[in-house]
């Protein structure tokens, strides 16, 4: 393994790539239709409220990894069943991105291609990222951040000149009333992707900062950027789609981005979507695999780096496994993810197990203030 120091620029990079991801591409929160934008701001509020109780958690963790935390917290049987449930819980949702990733690719370029080596390729490279370390795979986050801000101005700008923007296709605003907006919000929005961060746990200890508040500042910066690019996203899809058009396609930013037509020559830029998903992917996919390796050898005390190479590979086969098995087919992946995922999987895992953590660390803290006085 090599170094795995990270500074709060790489961090920060790594934040807005991780959130962006899949929910760039996908229609989130199209449930809200014309106000699914709504529903976006709404979930990166949540977000920001789960940010602060990830970073409360960290700061009372006295610098431990996050399964360690657990058992700290929780005990030796029920933390160490919490922490197993944990890293379950990330490699299950790193295979439902490598699904989401094949899925796209598939249907937009490789038409002919079976979805097994599109995950194969993908898989090895999250293997050999994991591999490389995390000071790597960071530092590389700088780069494609560079690069992803290029091509959404690029893109940006070619929506713009295309007039294919209709701002009437998002009114009226809260036509239908509040119900629909916090209905897909919650638990939909403030799940996937803000409350997926809590994977970011499994990295916190390893970001030099110079002050307490650092991680803290630098993961609400990240969640307002990521969040404000989704919400714009998000309103261009129905600006060009209209809401049920929008509502009714499974990836829409490559709809929008194939409608792009200026003069006759510039025409068919569905590749650059492919690349931001490509990139976006990437960065889900490793943080979720490291997350989830990263706590079993810790759990596990598997200090040595043979023994982390070892579960790294095992690991990249469940991946691949589970991203496979998962669903019989892609629509039946998706009404998973968005409808049964986050209420059964997310809620307990991103708000319950954290907030009764905190609850817990409060009241020993409290009895310990006690007892000294």
């Known amino acids: 393994m090599m170094s795995n120091q990270i500074s709060v620029r790489q961090l920060f990079c790594m934040v807005v790539l991780f959130e962006l991801g899949s929910a760039i591409v996908v229609g989130l929160g199209m449930d809200a239709g014309q106000d699914a934008w709504i529903a976006i701001l709404?979930?990166?509020?949540?977000?920001?409220?789960?940010?602060?109780?990830?970073?409360?958690?960290?700061?009372?963790?006295?610098?431990k990894e996050w399964t360690d935390h657990i058992v700290n917290v929780f005990g030796p049987w029920i933390g160490t069943a919490i922490a197993l449930g944990y890293i379950i819980y990330f490699l299950y949702i790193a295979g439902r991105v490598l699904r989401d990733f094949g899925a796209l690719l598939i249907s937009s370029s490789l038409n002919l291609t079976s979805p097994i080596p599109v995950a194969i390729v993908m898989g090895f490279v999250v293997l050999y990222a994991y591999l490389k370390g995390i000071e790597s795979f960071a530092r590389s986050g700088e780069m494609v951040m560079e690069i992803m801000v290029l091509i959404g101005i690029f893109l940006a700008l070619l929506i713009s000149f295309s007039d294919i923007i209709r701002p009437e296709n998002t009114l009226p605003v809260l036509g239908e009333g509040w119900k629909p907006v916090l209905s897909t919000a919650y638990p939909l929005t403030s799940t996937f992707p803000f409350g997926e961060l809590i994977a970011f746990l499994m990295i916190f200890p390893n970001v030099r900062t110079s002050t307490k508040s650092g991680i803290r500042t630098v993961m609400v910066k990240a969640v307002l950027a990521s969040g404000a690019i989704l919400t714009v996203v998000i309103w261009t899809d129905i600006a060009v789609l209209g809401a049920k058009r929008a509502s009714l396609e499974h990836f829409p930013l490559l709809t929008v981005i194939g409608r792009i037509s200026i003069g006759s020559f510039i025409q068919r830029m569905d590749a650059f979507a492919i690349s931001i998903l490509i990139l976006g992917v990437f960065?889900?996919?490793?943080?979720?695999?490291?997350?989830?390796?990263?706590?079993?050898?810790?759990?596990?005390?598997?200090n040595q780096p043979q023994h982390r190479q070892i579960i790294a590979f095992i690991f990249g086969a469940g991946l691949l496994w589970l991203s496979f098995v998962m669903s019989g087919s892609y629509v039946e992946h998706i009404e998973t993810g968005l409808k049964k995922v986050p209420l059964y999987m997310h809620v307990p895992m991103q708000y319950g197990i954290p907030l009764i953590m905190a609850m817990i660390i409060v009241v020993k803290r409290k009895r310990s203030s006690k007892s000294m006085e």
């Open 42 to 63: 709404l979930g990166m509020f949540s977000g920001l409220a789960a940010v602060h109780l990830y970073a409360y958690l960290h700061e009372r963790s006295s610098g």
């Open 283 to 302: 960065y889900k996919v490793t943080v979720f695999f490291y997350a989830s390796v990263q706590g079993f050898t810790t759990l596990m005390k598997l």
